[in-house]
């Protein structure tokens, strides 16, 4: 199937006008980062069952139709790893998708890899292998010859097909709930961060505090707005080592400003006024609260507990067929392990591990194991499952002097 090219407005509004009565709508976005305050957006390709099509919103005007076209309650949309995808979505409407369906997330909820790569759903679901030639195209130069065309729509012509494949796959085994109550939970995520200030989100931020905080706070925001206004990364206008070093001291004395190493560049110097004008209001200002996360208690639990739990976590992925990735890390067991055993614990909320579908697939089992009920144990070494679990009131214990 041949793509349609969508160039104009009047030819954005009939596609529009046609996809309305559409069972479900693919889309991707191509999209160039480097150079803006946030990713420009170069390109929009759409499947349904009877149309392929690619928009050019350099050249077409505003997408508002397209996107609100994604907010119908009952229509499946799909995406592969849509995160850009779904903040386009939100920037433009302010709203999630409400039927979202993402086909990385999907495949590990069934067994499959998580991450995977588009490339390698297409081939393992159709047995195509895409050709990734453009893969370092610059979207924004225009004309698109017919190869970059053609490499843009391949990324959702099979979409719908695996769709359909995936989601019989989630019915049969009686995990569809559990992906929509996933992508439910990442979308709000997504949408909490573009809508709160990300300043204690920089790296090396945690090394301050005090007054000091304040100072990387107000010199965040303002570097926000200078490359918000001027539609540029931040770190064109000040690179986070550089703010938090600036935060660290504390000064607003111009010569120790511009003594700091990385300073020296002309666009810093041109903004020094500012920057000093920024920090001291900035020690005046009370000391910033960080964002809220529930505590699990102050202390580290045992290594060699959270390395015991991790294995049982594979092995009950494993069994279940789900990626062990998508259901818990490191930090989800330490939570896991301080909210079971440190008392103070238990007035937050519950851990990930021990809310929604994740207690139902794995919680009771890392409880039973965690309190003794449960035991591990090594069985046939030459197995891709070497391990099983046991009763352990029924299993021998004995105590190994290592000494003798």
């Known amino acids: 199937m041949n793509p349609i090219y969508v160039t104009t407005s009047e030819q954005l509004q009939e596609l529009c006008s046609n996809l309305e009565t559409a069972a479900l709508i693919a889309f991707d976005t191509e999209f160039v980062a480097e150079d803006t305050y946030r990713p420009e957006l170069c390109l929009v390709q759409v499947a349904t069952d009877e149309v392929l099509a690619v928009i050019d919103p350099l050249s077409c005007g505003p997408m508002n139709q397209f996107w609100e076209l994604l907010l119908k309650p009952d229509r499946p ?61 610059d979207w924004r130069k225009r004309p698109l010859s ?3 065309l053609k490499y843009a729509s391949q990324d959702v012509f099979d979409l719908p097909k695996i769709y359909r494949l995936l989601h019989a796959q989630l019915v049969k085994q009686g995990r569809l709930e559990w992906l ?60 986070d080592d550089l703010l938090v070093e600036l935060a660290r001291r504390g000064t607003s004395d111009p010569k120790r400003i511009s003594s700091l ?60 067929k789900i990626a062990p990735s998508i259901v818990g890390t490191a930090d989800d067991l330490r939570d896991f392990v301080l909210y079971r055993t440190d008392t103070r614990a238990t007035e937050v909320p519950p851990p990930s591990l021990l809310q929604g579908w994740r207690a139902t ?18 069985t046939d070494i030459r197995s891709e499952m070497p391990l099983r679990f046991c009763d352990a009131s029924n299993e021998l214990a004995v105590d190994l002097d290592l000494d003798h």
């Open 77 to 137: 949309v799909i995406v592969h790893a849509g995160r850009e995808e779904i903040l386009f979505h939100y920037r433009s409407t302010g709203q999630t998708i409400p039927a979202l369906f993402d086909i990385q997330l999907a495949a590990g909820f069934v067994g499959y890899d998580y991450p995977a790569s588009y490339g390698s759903l297409v081939q393992k679901f159709t047995g195509e292998v895409l050709d990734k030639e453009e893969t370092r195209s």
């Open 146 to 148: 017919n190869r970059q």
């Open 180 to 239: 929509q109550e996933e992508i439910a939970s990442r979308q709000a995520d997504l949408a909490s961060v573009e809508r709160q200030e990300q300043w204690h989100r920089m790296s090396g931020i945690h090394s301050l505090n005090g007054h000091c905080l304040a100072i990387a706070r107000a010199l965040w925001l303002w570097r926000d707005e200078q490359a918000k206004s001027r539609d540029i990364p931040p770190r064109r206008v000040l690179r």
């Open 261 to 320: 190493r990385g300073m020296e560049h002309r666009h810093l110097k041109a903004a020094l006024d500012d920057i000093v004008a920024v920090i001291e209001v900035a020690r005046k200002e009370p000391i910033p609260q960080w964002p809220r996360r529930e505590r699990y208690g102050t202390g580290q639990p045992s290594g060699m507990l959270t390395q015991f739990l991790g294995a049982a976590l594979a092995y009950i992925c494993r069994s279940k």
């Open 361 to 378: 697939i794995v919680g009771r089992f890392l409880d039973d194991l965690l309190s003794g009920k449960t035991g591990m144990a090594l």
